[in-house]
């Protein structure tokens, strides 16, 4: 239990408890220096997910692009082709997951069983 990870729900991150044998997904903080690119890249058996806590960071996902605030969630299913960049003036703070895309699936449907 020494390693971190996050649950997204919509705008909001909650730090929880990973277990260091448990690979079926990855979360990290990721700051991005201003003038900093991340290349264009996929996985095809993972979903990534990004939360924006601070910056702007411009997302390209698939071949559409667009600015993301802090608050703001993007996600990029799996083998779909994604980069992104810091677009401000300070450095940017990203909470990023990547999980396969059954256990996105359990967590979406454990969510709106919830909330129903």
């Known amino acids: 239990m020494a390693q971190k990870a996050f649950v997204i729900a919509g705008d909001h991150a909650a730090i ?3 277990d260091n ?4 997904y990855r979360a ?3 700051y991005l220096p201003v003038g900093v690119s991340v290349p264009a890249r996929s996985h ?3 979903e990534t ?3 924006i806590e601070d910056g702007l960071v411009e997302f390209m996902v698939g071949g559409a692009a667009g600015i993301v ?3 703001h ?3 990029v299913p799996a083998g779909v082709p994604y980069a992104y960049r810091n677009a401000g003036e300070t450095t940017a703070r ?5 999980v396969s895309p059954q256990i996105a699936l359990q967590a979406l449907k454990v969510t709106v069983e919830f909330a129903a």
Do not use: S
């Open 16 to 18: 929880v408890a990973n």
């Open 73 to 75: 969630f993007v996600r």
């Open 49 to 51: 997910q990004f939360l």
């Open 69 to 71: 605030m802090p608050g």
């Open 94 to 98: 990203l909470l990023v997951r990547t």
């Open 44 to 46: 095809d058996n993972a």
């Open 21 to 24: 044998c448990d690979f079926r």
């Open 28 to 30: 990290a903080a990721h």
